[in-house]
């Protein structure tokens, strides 16, 4: 790390996306990147901007964002993380700090992210988890889920999973894992890959879901994906359920990996 000059430093934050309108400053709506500048500038003593992992929707939580900004601010790392949290809102918090190269970048180093979709699957919706879960109130069968979701895995042109709206230059990604795991009244969508498209996550989820239902066929999954075309994909699942997971990071980084079992959180419900 340099001497003196600025300094490159990486953070991994957790969020509850519920009263955001999403991660990226928009004019005078709340953000989490808004919160999370003015709480730093407020240690560091001068304006930040922040770079992260990968922008949230509205409504979407994250377990381990990570981010990255450069200051000339010299303070322990417990104090970065103690310092910004006594300013940030009850519903963001920095989980650790640590200083890193200057060729590391939040965004452009991650070289993979992921993602849980949690649904809750009983008669009532739940008043712990209202904004933390998807109420479906109907059952799954997460067998065909699992079949069906075989078909995603690899690399694919994800057209028909992305928004209308996507800023995407191309639909092409890597999936590396898409798993169903749970029970009858909680299910977990779990998956992994070199980079998401907007709303691919909830679109997979929305596709799964139909299926596990038994509204659509297994084969359907392949068949949506086949037509590159979002008009055949159906429902776009709602945000409640959806958590940034975390990013993967070459190790010569050097930076905590977590991955907490979600299923975990929803036992409360």
Do not use: K
């Not at 999954?221 to 776009?236: Q, Y």
Request: one cysteine or more.
């Amino acid at each position: 790390m340099p001497a003196d000059g600025p300094l490159r430093l990486a953070m991994g934050v957790e969020y509850d996306g519920s009263a955001f309108r999403g991660w990226q400053i928009q004019g005078d709506v709340r953000s989490v990147q808004g919160c999370l500048e003015q709480a730093i500038a407020r240690v560091a003593d001068h304006p930040v901007r922040v770079h992260c992992a990968g922008r949230t929707d509205a409504g979407v939580h994250a377990l381990e964002q990570v981010i990255h900004f450069d200051t000339p601010a010299r303070r322990r790392a417990r104090s970065w993380v103690l310092g910004t949290n006594v300013h940030l809102p009850r519903d963001v918090r920095v989980r650790w700090a640590q200083p890193v190269r200057q060729d590391f970048h939040a965004r452009f180093s991650a070289t993979a992210r992921h993602y849980r979709y949690l649904i809750l699957t009983r008669d009532t919706g739940s008043a712990l988890l209202r904004d933390r879960v998807t109420w479906f109130h109907y059952a799954l069968d997460l067998a065909r889920m699992r079949a069906a979701a075989q078909a995603l895995v690899g690399e694919h042109d994800f057209t028909s999973f992305r928004a209308i709206g996507c800023q995407a230059r191309h639909p092409v990604r890597r999936v590396h894992y898409l798993e169903v795991a749970g029970d009858s009244t909680l299910c977990e969508i779990r998956v992994g890959a070199n980079g998401f498209l907007h709303h691919m996550v909830r679109n997979i989820a929305g596709v799964l879901m139909a299926i596990g239902r038994g509204d659509r066929p297994v084969a359907w999954a392949a068949e949506v994906l086949a037509a590159r075309d979002r008009t055949s994909g159906g429902v776009t699942a709602p945000p409640e359920g959806l958590y940034f997971v975390r990013p993967d990071y070459p190790g010569h980084f050097e930076l905590p990996q977590v991955t907490p079992n979600l299923l975990d959180l929803g036992r409360w419900a």
